[in-house]
């Protein structure tokens, strides 16, 4: 099982995003450290089976399968995911109505995108980035298919979609800086956490 707060953005069951780096651990060190803190306090995310992710990097969805990451559009997507957080974090009613309803369908990425259009304080954060909801999203999904192959958390025959492998191997030699992106949005995930 993955946690949102694994992979794709808001903490506390929001999204799936990566937990707080510490120097010198790998992505998927990061994530199999945060499959451990949801499992020590159950119940305070929403989880994804393997079965789901593999649905939504499936060609159920062209998009996710066919984004090829990049350092630009991973800066924007964090930049954004933080700036979602520190919404959250200011206002506690919206991390309760974050943890309520995103991701309590199984409607994949347009679920998602929905929940996320439909809160309006994440929707101007996203907008603010200069993102629409749909690329955010798609955005989040490819980048939670890379990094759950690599926590060994999706199947490695994933990887042999050239934009998933690709994906995949993007991620590990830009690891040290999507760490540094991640930082502040560990932090936040953690004051949320609590």
């Known amino acids: ?65 066919a984004l090829e990451l990049t350092m630009p559009m991973l800066d924007q997507y964090f930049g954004i995911r933080t700036a979602i957080l520190r919404e959250m974090v ?3 009613d919206l991390t309760q109505r974050m943890k309520a309803q995103v991701g309590t369908r199984t409607a994949g990425v347009a679920g998602l995108e929905r929940d996320y259009a439909g809160e309006p304080a994440v929707a101007a954060a996203i907008g603010a980035g200069h993102m629409t909801t749909h690329e955010y999203v798609i955005t989040e999904v490819a980048f939670m298919a890379a990094v ?21 191997e993007f991620l590990k030699r830009h690891e040290r800086e999507i760490e540094a992106m991640h930082r502040e949005a560990g932090v936040l995930e953690e004051r949320l956490s609590r």
């Open 1 to 65: 099982m993955l946690t949102r707060t694994t992979f794709i953005g808001l903490a506390a069951g929001a999204m799936v995003c990566l937990a707080a780096a510490v120097p010198g651990q790998s992505l998927g060190d990061v994530a199999k450290r945060t499959e451990e803190q949801r499992r020590e306090r159950p119940g305070t995310a929403k989880t994804f089976t393997n079965a789901d992710l593999v649905d939504v990097t499936s060609m159920n969805n062209k998009e996710v399968v």
């Open 90 to 92: 200011k206002s506690p």
């Open 148 to 168: 759950g192959v690599l926590a060994g958390k999706l199947p490695p025959a994933l990887a042999a979609n050239r934009t998933i492998g690709g994906n995949v």
